[in-house]
């Protein structure tokens, strides 16, 4: 990734995004925490994650807290009923109903220098087939976003739309 952003400033592109999309073996304290600048990452991550909220500004003597609270596992998220939003995604030509929720900005364990969206995608059952029709299944997923900084706040690097038709991918 190091390779990929230098390459870019060199060619005089400094200033262009680059969003890496990766498996659960790319959710690793160790990248999260060496990820260059201007780079984005899109995560798929373990359902019973540890995640942090953001610290509250400290007063007084001490070493600056690297964590908020504790915040619910990301398979904790599915079963609260409120904060959902269903959209419907394009995908290979054809609009994908998704249904999903944004927490953040959190920070995962053992990766305090980046902080993080949570997003949680729905499982859906679906038929297909016409005389004899099936049901199919897709299991809910969980994925870690890297924020960026703009105006003044925690933000996601794109927008969800097309965050979540690449996750779909």
């Given amino acids: 990734l190091r390779w990929v952003r230098d390459e870019l400033d060199t060619a005089r592109r400094g200033d262009q995004q680059v969003v890496v999309l990766g498996d659960g073996s ?17 995560a798929r991550t373990a359902r019973n994650r540890h995640l942090r909220a953001l610290p509250e500004a400290q007063t007084g003597r001490g070493r600056p807290r690297q964590y908020g609270a504790k915040l619910p596992h990301p398979c904790d998220w ?8 269903t959209v419907s995604v ?20 053992r990766a305090p220098g980046q902080p993080l969206y949570l997003l ?16 199919k299944y897709r299991a809910p997923s969980f994925y870690l976003i890297s924020a960026v900084w703009q105006a003044g ?17």
């Fill in 26 to 42: 790319y959710d690793c304290a160790e990248l999260w925490q060496a990820l260059p600048e201007r780079t984005s990452l899109i």
């Fill in 78 to 85: 599915l079963q609260v009923a409120a904060g959902w939003t």
């Fill in 90 to 109: 394009p995908v290979r030509g054809r609009a994908q109903r998704m249904t999903y929720r944004v927490e953040g900005p959190c920070l995962r364990e």
């Fill in 120 to 135: 949680v995608v729905k499982g859906q059952t679906w038929r297909t087939g016409g005389k004899h029709p099936k049901e």
């Fill in 153 to 169: 706040e925690w933000q996601l690097p794109l927008a969800i739309e097309d965050i979540l038709s690449w996750v779909w991918q």
